[in-house]
C-alpha cells in the first residue's frame, strides 16, 4: 500500500483534493494536508512527513520550500512538486516537477484583451505570493503579446495577494483610490476578487474587464451584477487538474509502474463572457461556490467531496 500526501497553500490544495482522492487507484491512501501560506509551517509539514511513500506538494512560497523538498526526497520519499517552480533540479532535489503553462494563459488573456478592450489601457494584474514562477510566467506572456499602449499599473510583474481574498480586498481598495482608471483586472486566482469586486460600485466607478481563472463563486457574481453593474470577463481553466498528473507520476514512481510521458499541463479558456466560446459565463446556483467547473471531476462530485 501507498500513501500519498499533498501540501501547500490552503486555498488551492483545498480545492484539489478531489482531483487527488479521483485520480488514486483503490490501493493507493491519500493523505492530504492543507497548511496555511506561511513559508514556515508549510517547511516543517513537509519536513515531517518522511513516512510516506510519495509526496506531492504545491510549493506556493517556491525556492523556500526547496530544503524541504531535497531533505524528503534524499530520505527516499517518492517527491513531485508541482504548478510552482520551486527551483533545483530533478534527480538532485526532487524525483521530478509537473508544471503548468502558466505563459499560455497569458498570451490567451493577452489576446482577450486586445480584442475587447482595444486600443490599450491601464492593466492591475494580482497575483500569488511574492516570487511565483506562476505569476511571473503570466505577466511575462501578457506583456510580450500586447502593445505598448496598454500599462500595467501598480507594481510589476504583478501586485502580490497570496490569493488570499482578505488581502486582495485590502489592497484593491487602495488601488482604486489610487487609480482613477482601471481598464482590466487580471488575476490568476479568480474567486479571490469576489468580496472585492463591489468595492468599484461603492465608489461609483464600473467594475473593469476581467481576465482570470473560473470558479463557481465568480462565475454567480458576474451573473448577479449583470443588471447593475455589467462587465465583460474571460477565464482560462483553474488548473486543478494539473495535480492529477503529479499524483500518476508520485504512483508511478513509488510503485514501480510506467511513468507518464507528459510532464507539464495546459490549461485552455474555459469561459467567455463576449463571444461565449467556448462557453459562456457557467454559473451553477446548485453546487458550492468552491465548484470549478473547468475540472475534469464534474461539479456534482466537487460537492460530494467534503460530504
Known amino acids: 500500500m501507498i500513501a500519498v500526501a499533498a501540501f501547500g497553500v490552503a486555498s488551492f490544495v483545498a480545492m484539489t483534493i478531489g482531483m487527488v482522492e479521483a485520480e488514486v487507484e483503490e490501493e493507493v491512501v491519500v493523505m492530504v494536508e492543507v497548511v496555511e501560506v506561511e513559508i514556515v509551517v508549510m517547511v516543517v509539514v513537509v519536513d515531517a512527513m518522511v513516512a510516506v511513500d510519495a509526496m506531492v506538494v504545491f510549493p506556493d512560497a517556491g525556492k523556500a520550500v526547496l530544503p524541504a523538498l531535497t531533505a524528503a526526497y534524499r530520505t527516499g520519499v517518492v517527491t513531485v512538486p508541482y504548478r510552482i517552480d520551486p527551483g533545483g533540479k530533478p534527480g538532485v532535489n526532487y524525483d521530478t516537477w509537473i508544471g503548468d503553462d502558466f505563459a499560455n494563459d497569458g498570451r490567451n488573456w ?10 490599450g489601457g491601464n492593466i492591475l494584474f494580482l497575483g500569488g505570493p511574492p516570487g511565483n514562477s506562476q505569476s511571473i510566467a503570466e505577466y511575462q506572456a501578457m506583456r510580450q503579446n500586447l502593445p ?4 500595467f499599473i501598480g507594481q510589476t510583474p504583478f501586485q502580490p495577494t497570496n490569493w488570499d481574498p482578505t488581502l486582495t480586498q485590502q489592497l484593491l481598495s487602495a488601488d482604486i483610490a489610487k487609480y482613477p482608471k482601471i481598464d482590466v483586472i487580471v488575476s490568476d486566482f479568480g474567486p479571490t476578487l469576489v468580496s472585492s469586486l463591489p468595492l468599484f460600485a461603492r465608489s461609483g466607478r464600473p467594475i473593469p474587464a476581467l481576465a482570470t481563472t473560473d470558479g463557481n463563486s465568480l462565475s454567480c457574481f458576474w451573473a448577479d451584477s449583470q443588471a447593475g453593474s455589467p462587465f465583460k470577463m ?3 481553466a483553474t488548473g486543478n487538474d494539473n495535480v492529477r498528473l503529479a499524483v500518476q507520476h508520485a504512483v508511478a514512481r513509488a510503485t514501480g509502474g510506467q511513468v507518464p510521458t507528459a510532464d507539464a499541463f495546459r490549461g485552455p479558456v474555459f469561459e467567455d463572457s463576449v463571444s461565449s466560446r467556448p462557453n459562456g459565463v457557467q454559473c451553477r446556483r446548485d453546487l458550492p461556490d468552491d465548484t470549478y467547473l473547468s475540472a475534469e471531476i464534474s461539479g456534482e462530485q466537487q460537492a460530494q467531496i467534503d460530504k
Open 234 to 236: 474571460v477565464t482560462v
Open 110 to 119: 493577452a489576446g482577450w484583451i486586445n480584442k475587447n478592450v482595444p486600443g
Open 148 to 151: 505598448e499602449t496598454y500599462t
